[in-house]
């Protein structure tokens, strides 16, 4: 794979409301879940919030709160996600790459772990909030992206 050379206009920043959607890795069948993102960035660096209902085993259903904190270098964005309550208190590692026009930001996520055998990880997709047609948008599109 050869190396990206993306010039996104450096007057974009993360600052919105943004709607998600991630999946687990498929040998665990378990469906994709939304999430709606705000995040706030200035000069770089960005936080924010994510809310979301879970779908994994043992917290199908569960309302789930996390907060962010990131990086934006051009068009590489990371951040790590970290959930705060509701059971659940592990960190989340997202990289992904923003859009040309600065609404989408499509990458994967990872949850480290020492054994490089025990890492899970899928991929995720979050569209900027910008009319009623984003969440179907970001569903179709999804659907369309290569593992």
Not at 40 to 59: A, D, K, L, N
Not at 107 to 131: C, K, T, V, Y
């Given at each position: ?8 206009d ?11 959607i991630?999946?687990?890795p498929a040998?665990?069948e ?5 999430f ?5 960035e ?11 209902t879970?779908q ?7 309302k789930a ?12 964005v ?11 208190s ?18 994967h996520?990872h949850i480290?772990?020492?054994d490089p ?7 995720f997709?979050?569209i ?5 047609k ?8 999804f ?5």
């Amino acid at each position: 794979m050869g190396e990206r050379v993306v010039s996104v206009d450096r007057s974009f920043n993360l600052t919105g409301i943004w709607n998600g959607i991630y999946n687990y890795p498929a040998k665990y069948e378990i469906p994709e879940s939304h999430f709606l993102a705000t995040l706030i960035e200035f000069g770089g660096s960005f936080s924010g919030s994510i809310h979301e209902t879970m779908q994994r085993r043992g917290h199908r259903g569960v309302k789930a709160h996390a907060s962010v904190n990131g990086k934006r270098s051009d068009d590489l964005v990371n951040f790590v996600k970290l959930y705060e309550g509701g059971g659940l208190s592990h960190s989340v590692h997202y990289e992904g790459h923003l859009s040309l026009d600065g609404c989408e930001i499509e990458g994967h996520w990872h949850i480290p772990n020492e054994d490089p055998a025990q890492i899970f990880a899928g991929r995720f997709l979050m569209i900027r909030r910008r009319s009623a047609k984003t969440q179907q948008t970001m569903v179709e599109r999804f659907e369309h992206i290569e593992p």
